[in-house]
């Protein structure tokens, strides 16, 4: 007879939606997303190169799974400064759901890269430095903390930066894949989706770091199945979370909620309430109009060009067209 896995009826919160999560017998918390809609339409915005995109996704899907950790209104940005083809990649998360991306390259290094078959991440990258700043408004200090780029990857830079900067052992995974997908007219179009999972070690206490395993996995309520130390469990949690296929992450029919699943059931998983994820930028007509407005008139004059004012948002590439006589001083 075949195996067959059982999954209890669910519901799923979907794409563009991050899934908390916590395994108790584990000492873990985590989360985990799927996004569809919301990163075609951040990246659909710009002709990037296909390798540029994807590079692009994996930085939006650490972003979120970060940003939306923070428990107050603010900004959480990512941001790299490296000597490589891509020098540059911004993620803006703006609590509690709005992301924006944006990616600068030089276009001759890319090609020749590509050519030589230089597209992983970190040969995109190449040398310089990571930034991570939470922003809680004027009146809050900024906070920043900065990661060297070293030739590895995303994934390994944010397990670094966490056990280096808060002594928190934390494993991250990140798939980016480009599907196709049927509209509404039945036409097949290609579709950028990606997902990720983060996991992190947050024993209670020594004396939890000591445990059973909880009801609902396969041993019987109450049957003491012996106690392992907080390294069993941190292994054993990243070689959980290594089996998983990077087709698994990004997926439409292996829903974020069925994987956790997959993964934990023995040990027993709880999930909590999503937190949806929105592709939206925050700049606006008003906006630019009052950083204008505080131009001197020569600054005014250097900001024309044949006879108008255009500022281009570098996150949606909108253009914003002004008349410079609006701003006569």
């Known amino acids: 007879m075949a195996n067959v896995t059982f999954e209890p009826d ?32 951040i990246l659909s915005r710009h002709d990037y ?15 979120v799974l970060l940003g939306t950790t923070l428990k107050f209104q603010g900004k959480f940005i ?10 540059m990649l911004v993620v803006d998360f703006q609590t509690p759901d709005a992301v924006r991306a944006y990616a600068r ?40 903390g900065l990661v060297a780029l070293d030739g590895s990857s995303l994934e390994e830079i944010a397990r670094n930066y966490f056990m280096q900067s808060e002594q928190i052992p934390t494993d991250v995974r990140i798939s980016v894949a480009q599907l196709m997908e049927r509209n509404s007219d039945g036409t097949l179009q290609k579709q950028w989706r990606a997902g990720g999972l983060m996991i992190q070690f947050l024993p209670q206490s020594e004396i939890h770091a000591k445990h059973r395993d909880l009801p609902g996995g ?18 054993e949690a990243r070689a959980l979370v290594g089996t998983i296929e990077s087709s698994e992450l990004t997926d439409p029919q292996v829903a974020v909620e069925r994987l956790l699943y997959r993964l934990f059931h023995e040990r027993g998983v709880r999930v909590y309430e999503p937190a949806p994820v929105v592709a939206k930028c925050s700049c ?6 009052g950083v204008l407005s505080g131009f001197s ?25 002004f008349d410079p006589a609006d701003f006569a001083k």
């Open 297 to 321: 008139a020569e600054e005014i004059l250097e900001s024309t060009e044949d006879g108008q004012i255009v500022v281009n948002c570098e996150f949606c590439s909108t253009n914003y067209v």
């Open 10 to 41: 669910m519901t799923y919160a979907g794409d563009d939606a991050v899934v908390p999560f916590q395994v108790e017998g584990l000492d873990i918390r985590g989360r985990a997303i799927q996004m569809g809609g919301a990163l075609d339409q």
């Open 105 to 144: 390259f030089d276009e001759e290094r890319l090609n020749a890269a590509i050519a030589e078959g230089n597209t992983q991440p970190e040969d995109l990258l190449g040398r310089g430095t990571l930034g991570l700043t939470i922003d809680q408004g004027a009146h809050m200090q900024r906070y920043q």
């Open 284 to 289: 606006s007509r008003e906006k630019i109009e």
């Open 218 to 235: 396969d041993a019987p309520e109450g049957e003491v199945t012996g106690q392992v130390d907080a390294e069993d469990e941190w292994q």
């Open 78 to 87: 990512l941001q790299t400064q490296s000597d490589g083809p891509v020098d």
């Open 49 to 63: 190169p296909e390798v540029v995109a994807r590079l692009l996704a994996e930085t939006v899907i650490l972003t």
